[in-house]
Nanobody, 130 residues
Framework: QVQLVESGGGLVQAGGSLRLSCAAS????????MGWFRQAPGKEREFVAA????????YYADSVKGRFTISRDNAKNTVYLQMNSLKSEDTAVYYC???????????????????????WGQGTQVTVSS
């Protein structure tokens, strides 16, 4: 499994921006679909965004669509989450996750399910003050 390390979290005022990065170890990063999930205190982990191995297709939760952008640089083994127009409800620990492209089928909405991803980072805290 690929090893993942997130960075870029912090404290920001509502309306501000942050860019999260997730660096992957190993030389097989391009064989992974990547996702971002988040978990707020007392809530379940939820899907935020995902990007397939080539970067040609992206998916977003309705709550972040139009505000967040996921991208990847396979040459740098890194996936990014650009977060704009942040709201207090975006406050959470953000996790990077990886799913091997050779993994068994998980249905057409695989990207929404945390269980479909086999590799996880340690998380980075994002706090949005109102």
């Amino acid at each position: 499994q690929v090893q993942l390390v997130e960075s870029g979290g912090g404290l920001v005022q509502a309306g501000g921006s942050l860019r999260l990065s997730c660096a992957a170890s190993g030389r097989t990063f391009s064989m992974y679909h990547m996702g971002w999930f988040r978990q707020a205190p007392g809530k379940e982990r939820e899907f935020v965004a995902a990007i397939i191995w080539s970067g040609s297709t992206t998916y977003y939760a309705d709550s972040v669509k139009g505000r967040f952008t996921i991208s990847r640089d396979n040459a740098k083994n890194t996936v990014y989450l650009q977060m704009n127009s942040l709201k207090s409800e975006d406050t959470a620990v953000y996790y990077c996750a990886g799913r091997q492209i050779s993994s068994p089928s998980y249905g057409s909405s695989w990207y929404r399910s945390a269980s479909a991803f086999g590799s996880w980072g340690q998380g980075t805290q994002v706090t949005v003050s109102s």
